[in-house]
């Protein structure tokens, strides 16, 4: 006999959803306090294509963003033609972060762009063939083109696509994936 001949529809949906929810708390209550503590930290690792810079380290913890890691993104995330920086949406930095844990990669980020400046987004545009938005949420820190070593590129438009937290741009003979904070699209 199954939940809904014993109790009907609506309670079977009920009982479902409870033990759903127990069932996803439940690998939480056997964390110790330690392991649960460091799992409310967020952390990202990024290499980038164009000055073979890397960095990696935490930019918050529980619910507080670090401010000096938000400035070393920043600036890690500057236009590199230009060294112009901008400040970087920390809702981009979540969405990395997440698609990091959902892909279960090992490997930094590759950053092809971040931040654009107005000129550089300019001359992409003029001379960089298509697909450069002239309103780009590049300008303002929104958006970021990234690929993974050990993870395929349709894999991670997939993971990203999954998220439903912005736009996902595939760019497979370029090798990159874009992400935004904008509104949700794909192409």
């Not at 014993?6 to 939480?28: D, I, K, Q, W, Y």
């Not at 736009?167 to 370029?174: D, I, T």
Request: proline fraction near 5%; glycine fraction near 10%; include cysteine.
């Amino acid at each position: 006999m199954s939940v809904t001949d014993h109790c009907g529809p609506r309670l079977a949906r009920r009982a479902f959803c409870a033990s759903v929810v127990a069932l996803a708390g439940a690998p939480m209550l056997a964390l110790p306090k330690r392991a649960a503590a460091s799992a409310s930290v967020r952390a990202l690792a990024f290499q980038n294509t164009h000055t073979g810079e890397a960095l990696a380290l935490p930019y918050a913890r529980g619910g507080t963003l670090l401010p000096d890691a938000l400035r070393a993104f920043d600036n890690f995330l500057r236009d590199f033609r230009t060294g112009e920086s901008h400040p970087i949406d920390p809702a981009l930095f979540d969405q990395l972060h997440t698609l990091a844990a959902i892909t279960g990669t090992r490997q930094p980020f590759q950053v092809i762009s971040g931040y654009r400046s107005p000129a550089t987004n300019q001359a992409l545009r003029e001379h960089g063939g298509g697909g450069v938005a002239q309103r780009s949420l590049h300008l303002e820190g929104r958006a970021i083109d990234i690929r993974l070593t050990d993870i395929g590129l349709a894999d991670l438009r997939d993971a990203a696509l999954s998220l439903k937290a912005g736009g996902v741009g595939y760019y497979a003979q370029s090798a990159f994936v874009h992400i935004d904070t904008g509104r949700i699209r794909r192409w």
